[in-house]
């Protein structure tokens, strides 16, 4: 790993904001204008993320994340809905060749989860990737159409539970991986906003308890979105051998994030339609 790498830490944008600057800074990257970058953020109001291929009306409850005040925003990345509230959210834009196995998706998923395994190692927390999905846990029919509730190729576990949900679109020679941490898991909120389909009576909640956990919950002490993004980029420093600077998004990446925040991600268009065209 010899390039250098920057930091983006945000705590104020929207969910549409969010996902176009993922976007903006992929593209820089690709392009060979920035270094590889990690970044850091949350989501003002709340949000809930859809992937790129999910449908609207695949366990998602529009009229209580509206009731809610919550945003409402589609991935450029697959898999399914997910909420960002109590949570740490993290990208990193890298090149292909800036990785020891950028061609494999599997395996640049556990190279660049090492840096967040590192993080969450230094808080108490002993994730990993799972070598094989853990569906005998809980049976699918318990569970509600939410992100946290299935464990997939680059999603991380501990004691058997997911902590931490990430996902990754390449393009141009670059990989765009983000994904959600979070510090704790509202039962409630998560059965409300994202209820998956049917009549999944009371089995849910504890099914989803059984499925997943979140940071404060694993270590048994309360976490703030400070310290445990600090520990994620501790993590990725440690383990990549790299200083992170702190940065600012640069002109030409504030630019494309407003275009493609104005002409895409904050459009219905864009939301309502599963796999729309880039």
């Known amino acids: 790993m010899t390039s250098p790498w920057r930091l983006i830490w945000s705590d104020h944008l929207t969910a549409a904001q969010n996902m176009a600057v993922d976007e903006a800074i992929l593209e820089q990257v690709a392009a060979r204008l920035a270094p590889p970058t990690l970044r850091i953020y949350g989501w003002r109001p709340p ?37 960002h509230h109590h949570e740490v959210t ?11 196995s950028g061609d494999s998706v599997l395996k640049s998923y556990r190279e660049l989860s090492t840096g967040i395994a590192a993080g969450l190692c230094a808080l108490g927390v002993p994730a990993q990737m799972p070598r094989k999905p853990a569906e005998d846990r809980v049976k699918g029919h318990e569970l509600p159409a939410v992100c946290f509730a299935k464990t997939g190729g680059g999603d991380m576990v501990v004691d058997g539970r997911k902590i931490v949900g990430s996902a990754q679109v390449r393009r141009d020679g670059a990989i765009l991986q983000h994904g959600s941490i979070p510090i704790r898991i509202d039962l409630d909120e998560h059965l409300e906003v994202l209820p998956g389909k049917g009549d999944l009576g009371t089995v849910a909640p504890d099914a989803l308890r059984r499925a ?44 494309r994030a407003q275009e493609l925040c104005a002409t895409r991600y904050a459009t219905e268009e864009w939301t309502l339609t599963p796999g729309s065209r880039r």
Do not use: K, M
């Not at 809930?48 to 945003?71: M, T, W």
């Not at 993290?90 to 020891?100: A, E, P, Q």
């Open 47 to 83: 949000g809930v993320s859809l992937g790129y291929f999910q449908r609207l009306d695949d366990g998602v409850n529009v009229e209580a994340i509206h009731r809610r005040g919550y945003g409402l925003v589609r991935r450029p990345t697959g898999g399914r809905a997910i909420i």
């Open 90 to 100: 993290y990208s990193v834009c890298i090149r292909t060749d800036d990785l020891h």
């Open 212 to 255: 997943a956990v979140g940071v404060a919950d694993a270590i048994g002490r309360d976490v703030s979105f400070e310290e445990l993004g600090l520990a994620v980029v501790e993590g990725f420093r440690l383990r990549f051998g790299i200083e992170i600077p702190r940065c600012e998004l640069s002109g030409p990446e504030l630019e």
